[in-house]
Each structure stands twice: as C-alpha cells, then as structure tokens.
T-cell receptor, first 117, second 112 residues
C-alpha cells in the first residue's frame, strides 16, 4: 500500500467496553510501533514489534492494553474495559528495517480517534 | 522522558527562513537527532535526521553543533503549508529500544 493505514478512523464506545484498533503497515516494513496522542501533546510511545515479536511494551499504561502482530504484518491494539481517560488519538507507525538499525525512519498512519463515553 | 527542549511557539514570515532550535544537552554519542512535523491532526511526517554532520534534503537543513548539545532545523523558504508543530527527537539507543519521545514540540506559524 501507499502508506500506513489504520481502522477505524473514529471509534466511539461506552465505558467498560473492549475496543480493537487495527494497523496495516507499509508493505514490506518489518517494524511496527504504536503511539497514543492526547490533544495538544506529542505522540507517546506505547509498544513496538520487529516482525511478529513484541520487543518492548513498557509504554503500555496498564494491563488493559495489549497488542499483537501474529503474522508480522497487520497489528491490533486492544483496550479492555475502556475508561474515559483512554480517549485519545492512537497512532501506528512502521519502518522498513528493524528497530535495531540506526537512523531508521518511522512512517505514521492517520490514527484512530477513540472516544470513551 | 523527552530528552529535548524546544520553544513552544514561533512565527515566521512567508518566504523567509524558519530556524527552529532544539536543545538536547544530555545526548549520547550514538543517538541521532530526528525532526518530525505534524500538520493539523495528520500523522507525524518525517523531515530529516542526523548524527554529527549537518544534513540537507529537499525539505530542510539540519545544523548540529559540534558538541551535539543543540541543533537547528532550517526551512529555507517557509510557506503557509509549513505551519505545523515541529518535533525534535533524540532517538533512544536502538539496541535497547526504538522509542521516539516526542515532547510537546514547537508550533510554527507562517504568516502571510
């Protein structure tokens, strides 16, 4: 594909519901990253994958957040029992080479705006 | 965990050079300096990155001081479409992680 795609673009859910956010990286990109962005703030790192392996999940706020990338391509960020404070823009990025490469560039998707009522 | 300091906002006249400063006094020897920008609610867009030497591409120039404690992003002829939030990022050692810490950036307004 031409760029990183994310779906849905907008998600409104009720507190306590689970949500799944999808990221489709640029074809051939081996690394995938998830960020969260609050209004007026820069993106905040959540987690990343090299191929299907989750390398670092230290940025996930708590155990309600999880991510997977089972086949090394599409990734899903899942938030269980959503809370109002989870409302934010969730952004995905991908890079061509693994994150172990110096000078590697990340390309960002348009994001999913999540609103928890 | 942001390791950079940027002014919160700047103005620049259209057609003039926009010089955006960034302090990264705790940068380590192998850490790259990246610049991204974000227009409205779009995803961050890569601009340029560098390690020690000055870099130039079709979008901008990056000037890194000799001690690497600060850098300046230069947009040589700013246009209205360059109005955006500009993030200076020091990349964490990729051997331990690839996190980009964006901070709050500089909101650049290009004035007609």
């Amino acid at each position: 594909g031409a760029g990183v795609s994310q779906s849905p673009r907008y998600k409104v859910t009720k507190r306590g519901q689970d949500v799944a956010l999808r990221c489709d990286p640029i074809s051939g990109h081996v690394s995938l990253y998830w960020y969260r962005q609050a209004l007026g703030q820069g993106p905040e790192f959540l987690t990343y994958f090299n191929y299907e392996a989750q390398q670092d999940k230290s940025g996930l706020p708590n155990d309600r957040f999880s991510a997977e990338r089972p086949e090394g391509s599409i990734s899903t960020l899942t938030i269980q029992r959503t809370e109002q404070r989870d409302s934010a823009m969730y952004r995905c990025a991908s890079s061509l080479r693994t994150s172990g490469s110096w000078g590697e560039t990340q390309y960002f998707g348009p994001g999913t705006r999540l609103l928890v009522l | 965990d942001a390791k950079t300091t940027q002014p919160p906002s700047m103005d620049c006249a259209e057609g003039r050079a926009a010089n955006l400063p960034c302090n990264h006094s705790t940068i380590s020897g192998n850490e790259y300096v990246y610049w991204y920008r974000q227009i409205h609610s779009q995803g961050p867009q890569y601009i340029i990155h560098g390690l020690k030497n000055n870099e130039t591409n079709e979008m901008a120039s990056l000037i890194i001081t000799e001690d690497r404690k600060s850098s300046t992003l230069i947009l040589p002829h700013a246009t209205l479409r360059d109005t955006a939030v500009y993030y200076c990022i020091v990349r964490v050692d990729p051997n331990t992680g690839n996190q980009f810490y964006f901070g709050t950036g500089t909101s650049l307004t290009v004035i007609p």
